[in-house]
Each structure stands twice: as C-alpha cells, then as structure tokens.
C-alpha cells in the first residue's frame, strides 16, 4: 500500500473564511470531533508503517513493517513516542502477529497551508477489515483532488461504512460525512439504521457524533420512525433555542418542507435570541433553499426581513445570495455595505457578492 502525498493548498485566511462551505460544527460546550480524519492523517503522511513490542523493551513500540516512505527516513526519525498499554499488550500476547498502524507526517497547516510540526500518529490496530480499508483508500485517494474534503466521491467511498461493525470505521465514516457540505450529503442519502443513529443521542460519551447523526436522521425521514422522531424533536428544538438549532431544522425541512420553513422564521422573530443561534437558523435556510430551489421564494422573503431588522445576518444571507446567484437582496445589501458600522468581514463577502455577477 502506498499513500499519495496530497499537495497543499495556499488560502488567505479571508477568502477561506468567506469561501468554505460552512462547516458542521459540533456543540461548543462538549467534546467535537477532530479538524483531521483518520483518511487525512493516511493520505497526508509522510511515513506509514506496522509496529509491535520491541524485542528488549515489550512496553515500547517498534516498526515491524514499512508501508509508505523509505528505509532512510524512517531511520532518521525520533522513536515511536506511544507506550504498549495494557489492553494492546494482552492482544499481542492473544496473537503475536498483530499489530498496530502509525503514521507520521503533518495534517494540521496555518492559514497558508504550510504544515505544521510533524509528529507520530497512532491510528489503529491491524484488522483484516481495516487491511482491506486501507487498500480501498489508498485506490480511491488516488483519484481525488487535493481539496478532497467537499467532493461527492469522497463522501461516497466513505458512506460505505457508515453501518460497519467496526466502530473505528463507522466513526472514521461519521467525521467525514460531518464536515462534508449538506448538499453532498443530501445527494447520497446514505441509509443509516434508526436504532444506531438513536443511540448516539443516548450516550453522553458520543455526543460529538450528535450533529451529524441529527442531519442523518433527516434524511431517513422516508422511514416512520425516523418521522416520529424528527417531528417530536424539531420543533422544540427551535423554540428552545437549542445548540443544534441547524441540524434540528435541516431535519425538520426534510420532513415538513415549507411548514418547517416557517416554523424556523417564527424562532428567527422571538425576542432574546443569541446571535449565534439566528446565524444557525439563517445558514439552516441557506442550506435547505441550496438543495431545494422550490423553497427559495420564501426564504429570500425571510432574508429580507431580516436584513431590515437584523443586520447582524448580513454576512450569512449574502453567502446565499451570492451562491443561488440572486439579486432580489441586492439594494438592501448595498445599504448595509454603506452602512460604516458594518465590519470589515460583511463588507467584504457582500462586496464579492454584489461585483460577482457584474
């Protein structure tokens, strides 16, 4: 197996701010999901190889097998820092031949995609499912552009394993398809089994995996179960004001469509409500008139009312309109790009917005 080095891309922090998909954030209070993935840290690494206990020490670990890089570099790198825990040490003493993943390289990049400190990388102990997981990676990476995390086949291949019975692939599966934009998800309409996706909510050690499991559930909305739980949830999510506002009313627009649109700017309109969670509310329309233009009348009527009354939305709604290509939003954008109080980041995005199409 060897994995391809993805190339780096060179973004100003600005243009990666106002030109990203917006990304699916975890709940800021609870533990979130890593800016890196497993596929990441194999497509990006430098090193890849198969350790073991060392011969002279059994609580160390040494390379027993080279997968990507060369002899020469491996040699000239700092030991494997991980020590053999106790659970890893009673499988190798069940089955000598095990053994485990580790990667080195750099994922992380500043704002001008230069790598950071590189570092070891524990991935995983060796499976036969998790050997033919790499194998299939490393075929399907090859084909991907370096700016793989938006692309439809990225999400596709790893969709795949959203109902594995390996918990290291399932979560692999759920990180990617979390950071993938809403519409290419949509598109796939991966099915998920309602009872592993109910789980989630009921395990406080997963509540990172909430936001993407929420969005899931929406599209499963053709099962009853999933309808059941989608309408007893969203609603009052909304009304609460709750930390997954977005994904509670994706889901509900799966199920409801125009009711749930409604439903959204009736919480858009109740006093007290923080500004993050109108911005939830405002990206939640934004998506849901991305994947279903039918909806976009409405929704540009609810953006315009709240450019009048809330300027604050500016930033998100020109996104929108600058990526469904509508100028209905216009004059009232320029007004707010007039307006010397608005900050220089909505000034930008609506400035790119209004010279896009000229």
Same mark, same amino acid.
């Given at each position: 197996?060897?994995?391809?080095?993805? &190339?780096?891309?060179?973004?100003g +922090?600005? *243009?990666?701010?106002?030109?990203?998909?917006?990304?699916?954030?975890?709940?800021?209070?609870?533990?979130?999901?890593?800016?890196?993935? @497993?596929?990441?840290?194999?497509i990006s690494?430098?090193?890849?190889?198969l350790?073991?206990?060392?011969?002279?020490? &059994?609580?160390?670990?040494?390379?027993?097998?080279?997968?990507?890089? #060369?002899?020469? =570099?491996?040699?000239?790198?700092?030991? +494997? &820092?991980?020590?053999? =825990?106790?659970?890893?040490?009673?499988?190798?003493?069940?089955?000598?031949?095990k053994?485990?993943?580790?990667?080195?390289? $750099?994922?992380?990049?500043?704002?001008?995609?230069?790598?950071?400190?590189?570092?070891?990388?524990?991935?995983? #102990?060796?499976?036969?499912?998790?050997?033919?997981?790499?194998?299939?990676?490393?075929?399907a990476?090859?084909?991907?552009?370096?700016?793989?995390?938006?692309?439809?086949?990225?999400? %596709?291949?790893?969709?795949?394993?959203?109902?594995?019975? =390996?918990?290291?692939?399932?979560?692999?599966? @759920? *990180?990617? /398809?979390?950071?993938?934009?809403? !519409?290419?998800?949509?598109?796939?309409?991966?099915?998920?089994?309602?009872?592993? /996706?109910?789980?989630?909510?009921?395990?406080?050690?997963?509540?990172?995996? /909430?936001?993407?499991? *929420?969005?899931?559930?929406?599209?499963?909305?053709?099962?009853?179960? $999933?309808?059941?739980?989608?309408? !007893?949830?969203? %609603?009052?999510?909304?009304?609460?004001?709750?930390?997954?506002?977005?994904?509670?009313?994706?889901?509900?627009?799966?199920?409801?469509?125009?009711?749930?649109?409604?439903?959204? =700017?009736?919480?858009?309109?109740?006093?007290?409500?923080?500004? %993050?969670?109108?911005?939830?509310?405002?990206?939640?329309?934004?998506?849901?008139?991305s994947?279903?233009?039918?909806?976009?009348?409405?929704?540009?009527? +609810?953006?315009?009312?709240?450019?009048?009354?809330?300027p604050?939305?500016?930033?998100? +709604?020109?996104?929108?309109?600058?990526?469904?290509? %509508?100028?209905?939003?216009?004059?009232?954008?320029?007004?707010?790009?007039?307006?010397?109080?608005?900050?220089?980041?909505?000034?930008?995005?609506?400035?790119?917005?209004?010279?896009?199409?000229?």
């Open positions: 197996m060897r994995f391809l080095k993805a &190339p780096a891309l060179v973004v +922090i600005l *243009i990666a701010l106002v030109s990203a998909p917006y990304p699916a954030n975890a709940c800021p209070v609870c533990t979130t999901l890593p800016d890196a993935s @497993l596929a990441d840290h194999l690494a430098e090193i890849i190889v350790a073991g206990p060392a011969p002279d020490n &059994p609580f160390r670990f040494t390379p027993k097998k080279l997968i990507k890089g #060369t002899q020469k =570099d491996l040699a000239s790198l700092s030991e +494997i &820092p991980f020590l053999v =825990d106790s659970t890893t040490r009673a499988t190798f003493l069940n089955d000598p031949e053994s485990v993943l580790f990667t080195y390289g $750099a994922v992380d990049k500043d704002a001008a995609g230069r790598s950071l400190s590189r570092s070891w990388k524990r991935i995983f #102990t060796l499976t036969a499912d998790r050997e033919k997981f790499l194998t299939d990676l490393e075929a990476a090859r084909h991907w552009p370096f700016d793989s995390g938006t692309t439809s086949e990225r999400a %596709e291949f790893f969709a795949r394993y959203l109902n594995s019975d =390996d918990l290291v692939l399932r979560d692999t599966a @759920l *990180i990617e /398809l979390d950071r993938a934009p809403y !519409s290419v998800v949509r598109a796939l309409r991966p099915k998920v089994p309602i009872d592993q /996706l109910s789980q989630e909510f009921r395990n406080i050690n997963r509540i990172s995996f /909430l936001p993407v499991s *929420i969005r899931l559930l929406g599209l499963q909305t053709d099962d009853a179960q $999933a309808a059941k739980i989608v309408k !007893s949830r969203y %609603e009052q999510a909304l009304d609460k004001g709750s930390s997954y506002a977005y994904e509670w009313a994706l889901a509900g627009v799966e199920l409801d469509g125009l009711a749930a649109v409604e439903t959204i =700017d009736n919480a858009l309109q109740m006093p007290g409500r923080k500004l %993050e969670n109108r911005q939830n509310l405002v990206r939640a329309l934004a998506d849901a008139g994947v279903s233009p039918n909806l976009r009348d409405v929704i540009i009527s +609810i953006f315009s009312r709240c450019l009048n009354e809330d604050e939305l500016a930033l998100n +709604i020109a996104i929108a309109a600058r990526d469904w290509q %509508e100028a209905r939003l216009d004059h009232k954008l320029k007004a707010i790009l007039e307006n010397e109080k608005t900050d220089p980041v909505t000034r930008f995005v609506i400035q790119t917005k209004l010279t896009a199409f000229d």
